[in-house]
């Protein structure tokens, strides 16, 4: 029986081709890098506040100008925590949309967000956008969410998170919310826990989606706190167990082929509250991550050199380099024309 997925070394060659094509574009937004958390293995630093003026109006005009050639746009919206800048993410979805509206372009939006703040009104505004995709992390039930989600004044979040998933439940809305469920050593019977709940208030509704996920070192001051929540084995064997479980509900990562991450796609580029121009989320004080800037007139200026670096895995098709430029990069001494310190 054959592969009805045509691939390449084992690459889909749709998901090759979207990461390549001009007329494909995702625009990674950090509207704020302040956050109403403070969890306790967070890498973020929190020291860049909400995009200036200056920055939505040059953001605003590099849509303006790049929508006239695209058939699909994607923002996606990250943080610190993205609803704290809701003015800001409003204002250019809805430019957005009137451009893609008037251009026959079509437009898709996502969320990282810890779904505080996203009450029901926040959340119809949104869709009425097409920002209608999100990913909320959860850290099993309240006893153990509770010790690692914390607000910024040292409370537990659980109990406002899940009357916001109840809420949007309750609605008719269109909208997609993957829990992002965090495991570690310590909290599966938590987890476990959480799954009961979940197949007792949403199992039912095919909007939720659950994704296991074994809590990693990411950076960041936070690295000894990390180390005694994680045993990589037993957690990553919880995640593999419950997401076989939840076959219908759980989120799996390109079944049709590897993983292709955003940071190694040509078409991905993510601009930041400060203006500089990245390709991951995740390793924001890493100067290789930063590759240029854009301007007041929304022109970007590149650094031509960090950027093919991290997108040199579509020459080499190399599946870790695809999967994650970033963990390749600090296991290989020589990446592109950058040197790297090789990580033993």
Known sequence: MTNSVEKIQGFSKVHLANGLSNEMFQLILFPTEQCNFRCVYCYEDFEIGKMPDWLVNATKILLTNKIPSLKKLTLMWFGGEPLLAKDILFDIAEHSMKLAEQYNCK?????????????????????????????????????????????????????KIWARLIDAANTTLDFHITLRVHVTDLNHDSVLKFCERFDTELLHDSRFKLFFKPIGNLGGSNGEKITTLISKKTAADLCKELTERYAGNAKQLDAAGHYICYAGKPNSIGIRANGNLNKCTVALNDDRNVIGKINQDGTLTLNNERFSTWVKGFTTLNSWQMGCPLSYMNHNSAVGDIPVKKVS
Do not use: C, M, P, Y
Request: hydrophobic content about 30%; cysteine-free.
């Open 107 to 159: 437009l898709t939006g996502n969320l990282t967000t810890n779904g505080f703040l996203l009450d029901v009104k926040t959340l119809e505004r949104l869709v009425q956008l097409k920002q209608n995709e999100f990913q909320i992390s959860i850290d099993g039930d309240k006893e153990s969410h509770d010790t690692t989600r914390l607000t910024r004044s040292g409370r537990g979040s659980f109990d």
